[in-house]
């Protein structure tokens, strides 16, 4: 059941943000919820504050004022949401909660993609196959999982240049 979760937001007052997720994991706890609401979260980002000449960094809300919950939408999970202390009500028209869109969801950064692996590893050598680089070959310096990108090292005018391309515009050589 928990696979057809989706991301709601509910609205507290500013600076209960922490105490509304706790209360909501707390009763979702003690009513054996953890199907219906598996994830609370309060999004935050890290920024370097400075004061005179020290710098520090602190966790800063990135939507202050609301809570962002997993949860299947049901008259009881809706019931423990909406009569948590602190929680004024969801985002959505009226009193419809309105999930968010997978789109929202990734522009927001709740729920990273799942890391693939592209069966390279820095080190190795490729050819290009396809794009404007096509037939140069050169070895592999970094790689990036999330985005699917390879960073490779090829010689040009006898220099070594490193251009960025898909995983899919390279082929191991050898």
Known sequence: MADEAKWYVAHTYSG?????KANIEKSVENRGMQDLIPDVRVPVEEVVEKKGDKEKIV???????????????????????????????????????????????????????????????????????????EGFSGKIASINNETGKVNVMVSMFNRETQIEIDHTQVEAVG
């Open 16 to 20: 209960y943000e922490n105490k509304v």
């Open 59 to 133: 966790q800063r809300k990135i939507f202050p004022g609301y809570v962002v919950i997993k949860m299947v939408m049901t008259d009881e999970s809706w019931y423990v949401v909406r009569n948590t202390r602190g929680v004024t009500g969801f985002v959505g028209p009226g009193s419809k909660p309105v999930p968010l869109s997978d789109e929202e969801v990734a522009r927001m950064g709740i729920e990273k993609p799942p890391v693939r692996d592209i069966g390279f590893k820095p080190g190795d050598f490729v050819e290009i196959k396809s794009g404007p680089m």
